[in-house]
């Protein structure tokens, strides 16, 4: 400091610099701060293989951010790994909101991780967009809270109806379940029970296996043993592979006209290569594939951008399953924004609960707990494949959509036996 | 009572109180979830040592009776509609039964054969779990728990105070086995069990007392859980992080006195739930990886050892 005269000119702009805020007035001040979007994701643990989703954040916040953000102010997102464990979920959203002071969130992936955060998210009355948790609002029945994925009303006992649809034209009068002894598997095969009930078919076996059963081929022989018109699986990955791989080993009878359902795995990239021709004929759910019915501009793009930073991530290069759906979150959360021009909760959901959004996955509207109105659960038949290249699912043709009606590309292939040998 | 029961007593009172007071002058719930995290690993560790470190029966089953401790808990609190401090009694008396039923059929089989049998536990308690639709089988089961009484400003500080108030007695109890004939009886026996034998030490029946305490204060750490996720499902509640941190905090913090497990599960579970919202999970748990061996290799007596051979030092 030289003179007297330079520290009161220091001590002026100290002044003026704190005092600044205040004249400028606390508006002035917000539109700077940048709407923070929060999330935990699942990096790490069991759910790992969930983590491209957050390449459909990510690039959803970039696409946002290159047209000025919203509102005129950036979107910042901040995540964090809950390690797959239920256990972690309370204190990350607690940072989230207490810490971060988030204005959107995103939940966990699937139900089980996103229960702990329903009673948090009601008690403190905050906006989220739900993550394929099935039925994860059923029980709240919180007001601020919407479903990303296309579950559609009553979920839980719905999920599947459209292989049960199926089952129904074909002429189906037995039908034998066999599901995971886990939470997603165990509901899914408890929702297709009572819809196969309500449509006067016979389960003529239902079981559940342990988590790690590696082998099936006594399940199959029951299965065959029990004579069923159609067979509805409700697996996770590594079961999903063992029982196609049983099937191909101890056959199935030529009686069965639908096989499949609700077994996870065939969705994704590793397990489609690794099975390739083995899963002919198989009609499994699903929640977007590249048929012409689906396929539109926006969604193109995005997989076009997907694809590149998933090969150097090293995620499922295909990523039809989960990452649009993280995409089409944000998309959900920015309409409610821009829509109520708020980040006001309450103003965010009346918009949502009052007007259907477009979104990279079709036309989106919400019933009172945040459902889509309309089930949009794919069944899809996977058709004419040949060898292990991963390229040919990105064709039409392979993954032919049976179900629901309005996105329809093809017809059943059947019996199985015959649509299995390609 | 000696001067150093009464210091501790007095020690244990004054957190209690700071753990009372702290919600209404910390504002942010936040410090809260995290605070019970910590205290519940204490709780934990704590339990672990009167079995693992005093009596050096290394039991791999903690999260066996911590499951155990949330779903009875959470059973008792949605179908009977007890109040919270008559669940967390009954988890702790449940797990002290199991802890007896579970020394019977394996403290016969020493080292590495009881660390299996341990083992076996979690994996058949998680599968009867998955089994009982009343207990919400694979689903999982929403618990929607008790309202915060009027001394408490909000749900997470009152699950803050209500672990502390666990941490606490687990904490004093684990103190009075280690000063008391039942820690110099389980000194014996990891000294030389035969030798403790001989000299007329009941080792079977000390056993089996330490697997009865050690398993009441694992199930009652787990009593709070569903009230803190208000949602428990078998795979968390049993998970093995759950019986690895049990082993490594006290293994960490020193295995033969109580501070040990405390002050290892603080150092230890703070560090992962910093980890967690700073860093990333993966380098967190490579850091627990890290550090346990670490203290293995160059302080096999933990934390707890290395301050009172620095005291020792400066003393001289």
């Known amino acids: 400091m030289k003179t007297r005269r330079d520290f009161h000119k220091l001590m002026a702009a100290t002044a003026a610099g704190l005092a600044a805020p205040a004249i400028l007035g606390s508006k002035a001040f917000a539109q700077d701060k940048p709407i923070r979007v929060g999330a935990s994701v699942s990096l790490t643990g069991p759910l790992s293989s969930t983590k491209n989703g957050l390449i459909g954040y990510e690039l959803w916040r970039d696409d946002v951010n290159a047209v000025g953000g919203l509102l005129g102010r950036k979107v910042e997102l901040i995540t964090y790994d809950d390690q797959s464990s239920a256990a972690n979920v309370p204190a990350i959203y607690s940072k989230l909101v207490d810490v971060d002071a988030c204005d959107v969130l995103f939940s966990p992936y699937g139900a089980n991780l996103s229960a702990p955060v329903m009673p948090f998210i009601k008690q403190r009355d905050l906006f989220m967009i739900g993550m394929f948790g099935l039925a994860g609002n059923d029980v709240a029945r919180h007001d601020k809270f919407f479903h990303s994925g296309p579950w559609g009303p009553n979920s839980g006992r719905d999920w599947a109806r459209g292989f049960f649809d199926l089952a129904r034209a074909q002429g189906v009068k037995t039908v034998s379940i066999i599901n995971a002894d886990l939470e997603f598997s165990k509901n899914a095969a408890k929702g297709g029970a009572e819809v196969a009930k309500e449509y006067g078919m016979e389960v003529v076996f239902n079981q559940s296996y342990p988590p790690n059963t590696s082998d099936f081929s006594s399940i199959i022989r029951n299965i065959n043993a029990a004579d069923p018109d159609a067979i509805f699986i409700a697996s996770y990955p590594a079961d999903s592979t063992a029982i196609i791989r049983g099937v191909k080993e101890i056959g199935i009878s030529d009686k069965v006209k639908i096989f499949g359902g609700c077994m996870i795995g065939p969705q994704y990239g590793a397990l489609l290569s690794s099975l390739g021709p083995e899963l002919n004929g198989l009609v499994n759910s699903h929640t977007f594939v590249p048929e012409p019915t689906m396929q539109t501009p926006h969604i193109k793009y995005f997989f076009d951008r997907y694809t590149p930073i998933a090969l150097k991530q090293g995620v499922d290069p295909l990523g039809y399953y989960i990452p649009p759906f993280y995409y089409v979150a944000g998309q959900l959360a920015a309409a409610a924004i821009t829509g109520s021009k708020s980040v006001d909760p309450a103003k965010m959901a009346e918009f949502l609960h009052a007007n259907t959004v477009d979104t990279i996955a079709g036309p989106t509207a919400f019933n009172e707990i945040g459902d889509w109105k309309e089930r949009r659960v794919l069944m899809v038949q996977l058709r004419g494949i040949k060898g292990n290249d991963l390229e040919q699912f990105r064709s039409p043709g392979r993954q032919v959509i049976l179900d629901p009606p309005s996105l329809k590309t093809g017809d059943l292939a059947g019996p199985y036996n015959k649509a299995r040998a390609g | ?316």
Not at chain 2, 157 to 174: C, G, K, P, R
């Open chain 2, 1 to 316: 009572m000696t001067k150093n029961s009464i210091l501790f007593l007095v020690g244990i009172a004054i957190v209690l109180v700071l753990g009372f007071l702290m919600p209404w002058v910390l504002k942010n719930p936040f410090y809260f979830f995290v605070g019970y995290v910590v205290l519940q690993y204490v709780t934990i560790a704590t339990g672990w040592n009167i079995l693992g470190g005093y009596a050096g029966y290394i039991n791999f089953g903690a999260a066996g009776f911590f499951g155990a401790g949330v779903y009875l808990s959470a059973f008792l609190f949605t179908t009977l509609g007890l109040p919270l401090p008559l669940c967390i009694l009954a988890a702790a008396i449940f797990g002290a039964v199991l802890g007896l039923l579970m020394g019977y059929l394996t403290l016969r089989i020493q080292g590495v054969y009881f660390a299996i049998a341990t083992l076996g536990l979690v994996v058949v308690l998680e599968t009867i779990v998955h089994n009982i639709p009343a207990l919400g089988g694979a689903s999982g089961m929403a618990v929607y728990g008790p309202r915060q009484p009027f001394w408490s400003p909000g749900p997470s500080q009152f699950n803050f105070t209500v672990m502390l108030i666990i941490a606490a007695a687990a904490v004093t109890l684990a103190r009075f086995v280690e000063i008391s004939w039942i820690g110099r009886g389980l000194r014996a026996v990891r000294a030389s069990e035969d030798a403790a034998e001989c000299s007329g030490v009941p080792t079977l029946r000390l056993k089996l007392l330490a697997c009865a305490l050690s398993g009441a204060v694992l199930a009652a750490a787990g009593a709070p859980y569903p009230f803190y996720t208000s949602y428990m499902e078998p795979v968390t509640a049993f998970s093995l992080i759950i019986g690895l941190n049990a082993i490594a905090m006290p293994l960490i913090g020193g295995t033969r006195s109580w501070v040990g497990p405390v002050l290892g599960a603080l150092l230890l579970a703070s560090v992962q739930q910093i980890a967690t919202v700073t860093i990333s999970s993966e380098l967190n748990i490579l850091f627990v990886g890290l550090v346990l061996i670490a203290f293995v290799a160059f302080a096999p007596g933990g934390l707890a050892e290395l301050f009172g051979r620095k005291q020792r030092r400066a003393r001289s």
